[in-house]
């Protein structure tokens, strides 16, 4: 490793992710003087990674996994710290015929005994016969590899420094499974999505030719975490097959200080960075005046700055283009994007340099006849979703109703997806896979939405979705008008859902209680929440305060609204009932 930082330019002649393989890719990227950067909470480089430095270490280390005693398609699960070994450990896998599983770090909150049980539950639906993991989470995962019977645990480098002669490493063929990735909400019944080696560089090209339509000036920025598709195929594995520069920053440093990646892209002059919605929400909460001690930021040249990962909050993205509009941000920058872990990552991208066009329609419309109707001057509820463009291509997407017939544009329905960058399907797990991909190919996202001039919108989650007297209600659209009318309630601390009782469907709404020291407190936040459903929405429903930070969040930083409901119906919020006695307006 040097001490970098690496350069942006390169010397090799760009190819954009035409490739056969992960290791043909990174053979000819080690020919350039591209690489990976790694910075800590203080902004500093920590180590450079150059691809020919990567390549070199991925190889010996390779030959060491198999002298350790894994064979050809074994699974190697790695928990996923921002570092170098964890890259270096991915790409051996690669060369060495393993099948890599990348796992979180222990989240903010939960403790060390949910975390543990979540290891070890995505460890065995891996089949893992190795497990790496980070020097100071060794005593935590001890019991794990004694339970599992993983042939081999420990440090990366610890085997890294090993001794070993050089091994044979036979060709990695296109049809092999490149790694395995785990939902970032997949928690008590884990289902790991199989990628192929072509699957993955089939959308590493489209996204490196068509959706980012990558320049040899560009420059990638991350704070997104390798074990999450965003971070690990849009800003580890794409960039490699594009010989394209990163500079990665672990996700917990950002969370601490988020202006942390702005900074990173004034300093180097990124010009590529994705965050889901909230990522953008954290800066514009910090503020500018959280910049004033450094020197000046400049985003000038930041010409890609992507949302995807979660549903796109609109309003969130124009107070961030406000907010940094004096630094050189620029609104037009802004480039939403539609994709998931069961089409490698990316299924389709808005235009380049348009920003985040939005169609506004009439709510009322879309929730009782699953219409999405052009809002006109007298809508009484305008609702405005933004437009993820057309699907990348060679990429086939419909709308289909319940009954499985396709519907036409602005009919809202299940999004289905069909394209060279599916999974091969769930690892393993014949009957989940055969509920979500059809005999000819087509993939049941889960998503709600519609298309509007071949353009994708998406409305929401099918399971999310709540049902309220024959109305469609999206648990987002409630949280997101209490975050914005009542001041005490940020981005994140909201969940809604939907409870049975009794026959119907009971509308429940989780507050982390911030800013509410007592009773009477507390008792105003409830009023004013179900003030602003009654208003906005026409909705009666359950209200209960949490403690702060008690909501459940995926790995990726996302709320679990299922996982919230379970523990809710588990009673680890309280008693529900008394609460709502007590606490309801």
Not at 391 to 417: F, H, Q, S
């Amino acid at each position: 490793m040097t001490t970098g930082p690496l350069p942006t330019l390169n010397n090799l002649a760009s190819r954009l992710g035409d490739f056969a393989t992960l290791p043909e890719a990174l053979d000819y990227a080690a020919e350039g003087r591209t690489g990976l950067n790694f910075f800590n909470g203080k902004g500093e480089i920590t180590a450079a990674l150059s691809y020919r430095a990567l390549r070199r270490g991925a190889v010996a280390l390779a030959g060491r996994l198999l002298q350790a005693g894994l064979r050809r398609g074994d699974r190697v699960a790695i928990v996923a710290e921002t570092h170098p070994d964890v890259v270096t450990a991915f790409c051996a896998s690669q060369y060495a015929g393993l099948v890599p599983a990348l796992l979180p770090l222990p989240a903010a909150f939960g403790g060390q005994d949910i975390y543990v049980e979540h290891i070890r539950r995505l460890v065995l639906a891996a089949g893992a016969s190795g497990l790496f993991v980070p020097e100071a989470l060794q005593a935590w995962l001890i019991p794990i590899a004694r339970g599992s019977g993983v042939k081999v645990f420990g440090t990366i480098a610890a085997l890294a420094n090993g001794a070993g002669a050089p091994i044979s490493l036979p060709p990695v063929r296109d049809d092999e499974i490149a790694y395995l990735q785990f939902s970032s909400g997949s928690t008590r019944f884990p289902v790991g999505v199989a990628v192929t080696q072509r699957a993955l560089m089939e959308n590493a090209r489209s996204i490196l030719q068509h959706g980012l339509q990558v320049r040899p000036e560009d420059r990638a920025v991350s704070w997104l975490p390798l074990y999450h598709d965003m971070g690990l195929v849009g800003f580890l594995l794409s960039p490699m097959a594009g010989q394209v520069t990163v500079d990665l920053l672990p996700a917990q440093e950002f969370a601490r200080r988020p202006q942390l990646w702005l900074r990173l892209l004034s300093a180097n002059r990124g010009t590529l960075s994705y965050s889901p919605s909230f990522g953008y929400e954290l800066c514009v909460r910090r503020g500018r005046s959280a910049s004033a001690a450094g020197p000046a930021l400049d985003l000038s040249a930041w010409r890609v700055a992507g949302i995807g990962g979660d549903m796109i909050r609109t309003p969130v993205l124009a107070r961030f283009a406000e907010t940094f509009a004096p630094d050189g941000f620029r609104a037009e920058a802004f480039l939403p994007s539609y994709g998931m872990a069961e089409a490698t990552l990316a299924i389709s991208f808005a235009p380049l340099g348009a920003g985040c066009a939005t169609d506004t329609v009439d709510l009322d419309r879309l929730e009782r006849e699953g219409v999405a109707a052009p809002a006109m001057p007298e809508t009484r509820r305008p609702r405005a979703f933004a437009i993820c463009g057309a699907p990348l291509p060679g990429t086939e997407v419909e709308v289909r109703d319940a009954a499985g017939r396709r519907v036409g544009e602005r009919e809202v329905g299940r999004i289905v997806v069909r394209g060279p960058g599916l999974m091969t399907g769930y690892d393993r797990c014949p009957e989940e896979t055969a509920a979500v991909l059809s005999p000819d190919g087509w993939l049941d996202t889960g998503d709600l939405g519609y298309l509007l001039k071949g353009q994708i919108v998406i409305t929401g989650r099918a399971k999310d979705l709540i049902i309220v007297n024959g109305r469609n209600v999206w648990p987002q659209d409630l949280e997101w008008s209490v975050e914005q009318a009542v001041k005490t309630v940020r981005g994140g601390d909201v969940a809604a859902f939907a409870v049975e009782e009794d026959g119907t469907e009971q509308v429940v709404l989780l507050i982390e209680a911030r800013g509410a020291p007592d009773r009477a407190a507390r008792e105003r936040l409830a009023t004013d929440v179900g003030g602003v459903l009654r208003t906005r929405h026409g909705l009666e429903a359950r209200i209960v305060l949490v403690p702060p930070g008690s909501l459940p969040h995926t790995s990726s930083g996302k709320l679990s609204r299922s996982l919230t409901r379970a523990r809710y119906l588990d009673g680890a919020f309280g008693a529900p009932a008394a609460e709502a006695a007590e606490l309801h307006p």
